[in-house]
C-alpha cells in the first residue's frame, strides 16, 4: 500500500508492555526523516466493541516530542487491539504507523504469591509453596509454568 506522508517520517520501534495487571506503556521513536517540528499522536481500541480512544497521558522527550504513552486500568481482552500512531508537521505530510497486538503477549507478571520454603533439619528435601501471579485474564492457573532457582540449602 501507498501511504501518504514524507518517507522516513512515521514512527520507528513501537513497543507496548502491561505490567501491574492494568497499566500498559506504549513507546516508539519519532522517524530519521521527521521534520524537527513533527509531534505524533497515538490512538488505540482495545476491542472491536470499544471506542477508539487518543493517549491521555503522553510521554515527552527533551524537545516536548511525545515519545510514549502511559496506559491505568487496561483490561486484556480476547481479540487484538488496534494501536495508531500519526504526526503532524507545518512542513509536511508525516506518514502514519499502525499495529495489531495481542494484550496478553506483551504482559510482563508479576511474581508468585506467598512463596514460602520449609526445610526441616532431619529432611534431605524442601517443600516450597507458591499461589498464582495476579492477572487480569488467565482464567485457569494451570497455564502457568514455573521455574525454581535453589542457590544452596
Not at 505490567?19 to 513507546?27: D, G, H, K, V
Not at 511474581?111 to 520454603?117: D, H, R, T, Y
Request: glycine share 4%; proline share 5%.
Amino acid at each position: 500500500p501507498v501511504f501518504a506522508g514524507m518517507n522516513g517520517s512515521a514512527i520507528e520501534n513501537f513497543s507496548c508492555v502491561i505490567y501491574n495487571i492494568s497499566l500498559m506503556n506504549c513507546t516508539w521513536q519519532a522517524g530519521r526523516d521527521a521534520p524537527a517540528d513533527t509531534q505524533y499522536f497515538l490512538y488505540w481500541q482495545n476491542s472491536r466493541d470499544d471506542n477508539v480512544t487518543e493517549c491521555e497521558l503522553y510521554i515527552k522527550d527533551e524537545n516536548g516530542r511525545n515519545t510514549g504513552c502511559r496506559f491505568q486500568n487496561v483490561s486484556i481482552e480476547i481479540e487484538k487491539a488496534y494501536f495508531l500512531v500519526n504526526g503532524s508537521s507545518k512542513d509536511s505530510l508525516i506518514q502514519f504507523y499502525d499495529e495489531y497486538l495481542q494484550l496478553y503477549t506483551i504482559e510482563i507478571l508479576t511474581p508468585p504469591l506467598n512463596v514460602a520454603a520449609n526445610c526441616p533439619r532431619e529432611s534431605a528435601g524442601c517443600i516450597i509453596t507458591w499461589q498464582p501471579p495476579l492477572t487480569s485474564h488467565v482464567e485457569n492457573t494451570k497455564c502457568f509454568q514455573y521455574e525454581i532457582n535453589i542457590q544452596n540449602k
